[in-house]
């Protein structure tokens, strides 16, 4: 079975700080993970996703995720915050023809 | 990226009314698609998934015969909230697949926002 545990609901970074959002993931098979991102009454957009190719993965708007099969993790990352990158940050694996989501991660940027 | 586009995005009804949200893929063919319902401050409860022409698979504790899905072409969805009650109100987002889901990813429409008076 797939799951993943997404540690912090909430996290405040200071704009230009590093932003740093955790993911662990269970998996019984090679996973595949996904990190979405959600603004207010909008649906969920992709920000980048891992398929068993490059373990440093890039995603949209400077954000970046690396694979650790050590740690089952798949945290994201980015060098420098942004205003713009409050949100709801949800981390995801699939399997089964199902996604499961992480509980989610508010994201504070504190001018 | 694939698009998928939901509609209405915001509906207020009375008690006792239904209302149908539609979810549409437009730039590709969803054999599979996905309705959730999101509380507050919560991450996304998985509804039901809805195959094109078969019946919608429901998750354990939601209601079939409350949530009526149909599927009936490649590029539309439809959840029916039938006889609302307030506390039917809720964020309900769809998404959609362009193929087996394990390899490829879940492109979400925008979300409607269902206020049962």
């Known amino acids: ?100 989501f992480g509980t989610g991660t508010s994201l504070t940027v504190i001018p | 990226g694939a698009v998928v586009s939901q509609h209405p995005s915001r509906v207020i009804c009375k008690s006792g009314t239904s209302v149908k949200i539609e979810c549409r893929s437009l730039d590709f063919q969803a054999t599979t698609m996905f309705w959730y319902r999101q509380f507050p401050k919560q991450s996304l409860m998985l509804m039901a998934t809805s195959n094109e022409g078969s019946k919608a698979t429901y998750e354990q504790g939601v209601e079939k015969d409350k949530f009526l899905i149909n599927h009936a072409s490649l590029t539309l969805s439809t959840l029916t909230v039938t006889s609302a009650h307030p506390e039917d109100s809720s964020f309900y987002i769809c998404s959609a697949s362009e193929g087996a889901l394990d390899a490829g990813e879940l492109f979400f429409g925008e979300g409607s926002r269902l206020t049962v008076l």
């Open chain 1, 1 to 100: 079975a797939q799951s993943v545990t997404q540690l912090g609901s909430h996290v405040s970074v200071s704009e230009g700080a590093l932003v740093l959002l955790r993911c662990n993931y269970s998996s019984s098979v090679p996973p595949y993970l996904f990190w979405y991102v959600q603004y207010p009454n909008q649906g969920l957009q992709l920000l980048l996703k891992y398929t068993s190719a490059a373990t440093l993965v890039k995603g949209i708007n400077g954000f970046e995720a690396e694979f650790k099969k050590s740690e089952t993790s798949f945290h994201l990352t980015k060098p420098s915050a942004h205003m713009s990158d409050a949100a709801e940050y949800f981390c995801a694996v699939s399997g089964g023809n199902q996604f499961y």
